[in-house]
């Protein structure tokens, strides 16, 4: 689910009279070429096998997602101003995930939540249609909507704008890029072809979101869906952006989360978020909304673990340049690979998110390595990245301007897992000659803890010299450089804790929702100038 942060302020304001009240919608005949349709109001909506809804752990998370799922749809749950947000594709995926854990009446408020806007009055807390509604089908989709209410498009042009995007979508994503196509509602939206409902959810915060429905048959961790968007996109609620960018960018990233759900919809939340708004850039590359998300991520606040999901915040969204990084340097491929390491499907690897992205990294100098270049590429996004030189770049802990009076510094910082800090050291004028020498030396924790120390030479003339420091099995390491002002601008040092070494199934917005075994790391720099 996307968000902006101009949604975000419109949400609140209206929070307070979200609650619905619905009519039953209807089916009546169209006499312009489009269907109208309506679902029945007793179709089921799919459950896993119930499990038991009693005190337990499971229980009372299942509750809370149920509440969870309530308030993002009707846009009271809680908002900041800056940095926060309610997340809906997910909240709609715990809520399924959890039907089996629920009571018997709260497992039938959840089958409202997730009911889609053409059940109606059988939808009162999220976005039920209160009028018959229309519906048009071409290539992989239909596109349902309302001719009048609030949630009316702006006109048939939109409506066929929608449908073109699309299919121009799924052609990017199935087509071009090979991954699977969802898996099919079995007719639930009135024929076999993928549904996408137009709604005003811009008036919640919302540019749109999916949700999972049904399991399909013999599986357990692939499920179909549906989609919704923002009926119009209109720019006072999407700050100033153009109807149709939003548009393209939302249809990329929340396709994308229906193309997840057939892979595993249970996979880690970080994963499905940071890939989606990755494929944002995939479909839509000039219009770079994602761009609003970097100053959560690890491009511009390095010392956040990469794996963090925060289901009112931005880091998840703000973190798609990992999966750039790899999609850059090893082909876009790299990212499908990934996604069927962590599939559940047949022939599947089964893996979780960070399991799945280590394995698919093997080839490629492994996990370790390639994140410590990735965060050491943050230093510098415009020398990294194609469209690098329009970001942030990653905050510094500790400048050193080195001189013939000053020449040493050292500092101690503790690293979260996949996570990095940075540091500077910079020659001043007094360091003459080509005889002076720069050299960092590091204690950094065992080689089991998955350390990665990368510096980073900016030059003078020509371009940036990369060197990953050898670390010993305890994680010492030097290394000595020219470091004259005449040649050198600044050193940068990236002290990455690159452990995915996790104690699975702790109940946390994580990796396999696990507690790391390598957080809060300590790592001991000095840095120093010398003549030799």
């Known amino acids: ?31 312009d070429g489009t269907a109208r349709i309506t679902v029945p109001a007793n179709l089921p909506v799919a459950l896993p096998p119930v499990g038991q809804a009693t005190g337990t752990v499971a229980a009372q998370q299942a509750r809370r997602a149920l509440d ?33 854990d629920l009571s018997p009446s709260d497992r039938r408020a959840a089958h409202s939540v997730l009911a889609r806007p053409t059940d109606g009055s059988r939808d009162p807390y999220g976005d039920g249609y209160t009028v018959p509604a229309k519906r048009k089908c071409k290539g992989h989709f239909c596109i349902h909507w309302v001719p009048t209410t609030s949630d009316a498009p702006p006109s048939a042009t939109w409506v066929d704008k929608s449908l073109k995007t699309m299919n121009q979508v ?20 009135g024929n076999n072809l993928f549904d996408v409902y137009l709604k005003d959810v811009g008036s919640q915060g919302l540019y749109g979101y999916c949700a999972p429905e049904y399991l399909k048959p013999g599986r357990t961790r692939e499920a179909s869906g549906y989609c919704v968007l923002d009926n ?5 609620q999407f700050g100033g952006a153009r109807p149709v960018d ?47 998300y970097l100053p959560y991520g690890q491009v511009r606040l390095p010392y956040t673990s990469l794996d963090v999901y925060n289901p009112t915040g931005f880091n998840q969204y703000g973190n798609w340049p990992f999966f750039e990084y790899l999609s850059s340097h090893y082909g876009a491929g790299l990212v499908r690979q990934i996604w069927n390491l962590a599939g559940n499907f047949p022939g599947a690897g089964k893996q979780y998110s960070t399991q799945a992205i280590s394995s698919a990294l093997r080839s490629h100098g492994g996990f370790t390595s390639v994140f410590g270049g990735y965060a050491a590429a943050n230093v510098s996004p415009a020398q990294s990245y194609a469209e690098g030189s329009a970001w942030p770049s990653a905050k510094i802990d500790r400048h050193w301007t080195l001189a013939r009076d000053h020449r040493s510094g050292g500092a101690k910082l503790s690293v979260n897992h996949m996570a990095a800090r940075d540091v500077v050291m910079k020659p001043d ?3 003459k000659g080509s005889r002076w020498r720069g050299r960092v030396v590091v204690d950094a924790p065992g080689r089991a803890k998955s350390p990665a120390v990368v510096v980073v030479i900016d030059r003078v003339q020509g371009k940036p010299i990369r060197k990953q420091v050898q670390l010993s099995r305890s ?11 005449a040649t050198v601008k600044r050193v940068s040092i990236t002290l990455a804790n690159a452990s995915t070494r996790f104690d699975c199934g702790r109940h946390t917005n994580l990796s396999c929702h696990g ?8 790592y001991a720099v000095n840095v120093s100038a010398f003549k030799r």
């Open 170 to 189: 799924w052609q990017k994503e199935v087509g071009d890029l090979g991954y699977r196509a969802p898996v099919k509602d079995g007719k639930h939206g």
């Open 232 to 236: 119009d996109f209109s720019s006072s």
């Open 515 to 522: 507690k790391p075994k390598d957080n809060d790391s300590s």
């Open 475 to 485: 994680g010492a390491g030097t290394l000595s450089f020219a470091f004259s002002h």
């Open 429 to 431: 004028a007094t360091l």
């Open 1 to 31: 689910m996307r968000r902006s942060f101009a949604a975000a302020l419109v949400a609140m304001s209206a929070a307070a009279s979200a609650a619905l009240s619905l009519a039953p919608a209807t089916a009546s005949s169209a006499t």
């Open 68 to 100: 969870h799922a309530r308030q993002v749809l009707t846009g009271a749950a809680p908002a900041a101003a800056s940095g926060s947000r309610p997340e809906a594709t997910l909240a709609m995926r715990d809520l399924f995930a959890a039907l089996p």
């Open 246 to 292: 939003s548009l393209r960018v939302t249809a990329a990233h929340e396709f994308f989360h229906a193309v997840q759900f057939g892979y595993d919809y249970k996979e880690d939340h970080w994963m499905m978020e940071a890939t989606s708004t990755w494929m944002e850039e995939r479909f839509a590359d000039g219009i770079n909304d994602n761009r609003q």
